[in-house]
Nanobody
């Protein structure tokens, strides 16, 4: 079982930055590919970014490329999402998720999910 806890969300003005963190307990973190997803009110959960277990590969949604950066620190059991140049349309609950190796953009492919952290971008 993998328990994920997100933090770092908040209210920021358009053009601002935030860094989300997702931590987990246990020694298996380094075995999992990690992803960030988001869900806006009334919308489906959508892929944001993913990183392989060894940081060898990253994937990004087109809407965040060049603005968001995913990274991980296996020694700290933590995955990060640095978000720059935030836009009002980035407003959503952000979730981190874990899956066994096989990096994916699909919600259904991820086995474990955190509770989410709210990001609100004001115009």
């Amino acid at each position: 079982q993998v328990q994920l806890v997100e933090s770092g969300g908040g209210l920021v003005q358009a053009g601002g930055s935030l860094r989300l963190s997702c931590t987990t307990s246990g020694r298996t973190f380094r075995s999992y590919d990690m992803g960030w997803f988001r869900q806006a009110p009334g919308a489906e959960r959508e892929f944001v970014a993913a990183v392989t277990y060894n940081s060898g590969r990253t994937l990004y949604a087109d809407s965040v490329k060049g603005r968001f950066t995913i990274s991980r620190d296996n020694a700290e059991n933590t995955v990060y999402l640095a978000m720059n140049s935030l836009k009002p349309e980035d407003t959503a609950i952000f979730y981190c998720a874990a899956r066994r190796p096989g990096v994916s953009m699909r919600v259904a492919d991820y086995e474990y999910w955190g509770q989410g952290t709210q990001v609100t971008v004001s115009s």
